[in-house]
Each structure stands twice: as structure tokens, then as C-alpha cells.
């Protein structure tokens, strides 16, 4: 069974600051990988989805790295700013069906 | 397109009543999922449809819940004899074709059972 795990739970910066969020899975049999922003109480927007056979995708300020092998990926976030404050969720589909396995979320603030 | 949408988005109800929730993908997506997510914890999978066929449940899709996609476009999701451990927000996501396709979520419904 898939498992994903997040570090760290929560994560408090000040603007300006590069950050990394780090996502592990245990099975690294997977299709790929999406990245997903949360606002409290609202739905998941999508950030990034890298393809198994990628090592990384970039979108702006965002950066998403890949290690099949090693089951993890990490977020980097260049140059924070206080409307980057949200839960961010790294998600894995390792099955034909797409059903997403989630970790727990990083909570991260950003101060001004 | 108008993206994914679900209605109600909030909805409270007492102990013991049904509740309907339902969920619009976006267009010609073929691929409809539901996760329920409680506070502080990522969502989980409830359950997924190709076009109008339900593929696959989850262990947490008691016999309390019931799902359809009756023509292969909007899809219903009931909770019958509601619990309070029912309480959660409720995801749908819609994607296109293969497994390698991003999945795109909705607003979500949040559930309070009293």
C-alpha cells in the first residue's frame, strides 16, 4: 500500500526567504506526481504534475524535483511572499485508475 | 471551461438525515473521482468512475454511501443515516484519459453533521 509522508507539518518564514517542502513515498512505482496549493477551506489547486520519467518541472517562482528511485520529491519555492501562505499537498498515482494517494499537507506561513 | 464545480458547497444537517452532494467535471473529461479530506489531514480516495461506470471503492465507502454517474457527465454522491464522523469536506476531481493526465479539483462540499 502506498504510503506518502510530508515534512515537515508546518513551516513558518519570512518574505523573501527560498524554501524546500519534502515529500516521501514508499512505492516508487508511480505514474507520477502532483503538487497541489490549499487555502483554508477551499478546494486544491493544482501547482505541478511531473511525469515518472521526469526529474523536474518548473512553473514561475515554483520548482518540483523527482527521485523515483529513492521515492521522493521536493518543492522549491523561490523568493517567498506572504500570498504564497497556504497548505501545500504532494500527491502520488501509482495505479491505471489515477486515484491520487496524498500525504498530510505542509502548512506553510509566510511573514511579512 | 468553467473548471470543476460542486454544489452545495456548505450543507449542515443533523444526525440521522440523508444528504446529496453533487459534482460537475469539467467538460469531456471521462474520469470522475471523489476523496473526503478531514481537518488537518490530506484527502482520501472514496471512489472513481470511467464515463458512467464506477471502477473502484474504497474500504471507507461504507455501505452508508452511494455514488452514481448516470450519464457519464454530473455525479451524485449520497450519505444516508448521517453520523457525526461523517463530517469532512468533500472533493471531486475530474481528469482526461490516461493515468499520466492531472487531476483538476473542485471547491468541495463541506459537511457538518450535528
Known amino acids: 500500500k502506498q504510503e506518502v509522508t510530508q515534512i515537515p507539518a508546518a513551516l513558518s518564514v519570512p518574505e523573501g526567504e527560498n524554501l524546500v517542502l519534502n515529500c516521501s513515498f514508499t512505492?516508487?512505482?508511480?505514474?507520477?506526481l502532483q503538487w497541489f496549493r490549499q487555502d483554508p477551506g477551499k478546494g486544491l489547486t493544482s501547482l505541478l504534475l511531473?511525469?515518472?520519467?521526469?526529474r523536474e518541472q518548473t512553473s514561475g517562482r515554483l520548482n518540483a524535483s523527482l527521485d523515483k528511485s529513492s521515492g521522493r520529491s521536493t518543492l522549491y519555492i523561490a523568493a517567498s511572499q506572504p500570498g504564497d501562505s497556504a497548505t501545500y499537498l504532494c500527491?502520488?498515482?501509482?495505479?491505471?485508475?489515477?486515484?491520487?494517494?496524498f500525504g498530510g499537507g505542509t502548512r506553510l506561513m509566510v511573514k511579512p | 471551461d468553467t473548471g470543476v464545480s460542486q454544489d452545495p458547497r456548505h450543507k449542515i444537517t443533523k444526525r440521522g438525515q440523508n444528504v446529496t452532494f453533487r459534482c460537475d467535471p469539467i467538460?469531456?473529461?471521462?474520469?470522475l473521482y471523489w476523496y473526503r479530506q478531514t481537518l488537518g489531514q490530506g484527502p482520501e480516495f472514496l471512489t472513481y468512475?470511467?464515463?458512467?461506470?464506477?471502477?473502484?471503492k474504497s474500504r471507507l465507502l461504507s455501505d452508508r454511501f452511494s455514488a452514481e454517474r448516470p450519464k457519464g457527465s454530473f455525479s451524485t454522491l449520497e450519505i444516508q443515516r448521517t453520523e457525526q464522523g461523517d463530517s469532512a469536506m468533500y472533493l471531486c476531481?475530474?481528469?482526461?484519459?490516461?493515468?499520466?493526465?492531472?487531476?483538476?479539483f473542485g471547491p468541495g462540499t463541506r459537511l457538518t453533521v450535528l
Open positions: 476531481a475530474s481528469s482526461w484519459g490516461t493515468p499520466y493526465n492531472e487531476q483538476f
Open positions: 512505492d516508487s512505482a508511480i505514474y507520477n
Open positions: 511531473i511525469q515518472s520519467s521526469q
Open positions: 500527491a502520488v498515482n501509482n495505479n491505471a485508475g489515477n486515484m491520487l494517494t
Open positions: 467538460s469531456e473529461h471521462n474520469r
Open positions: 468512475f470511467q464515463n458512467e461506470a464506477q471502477l473502484e
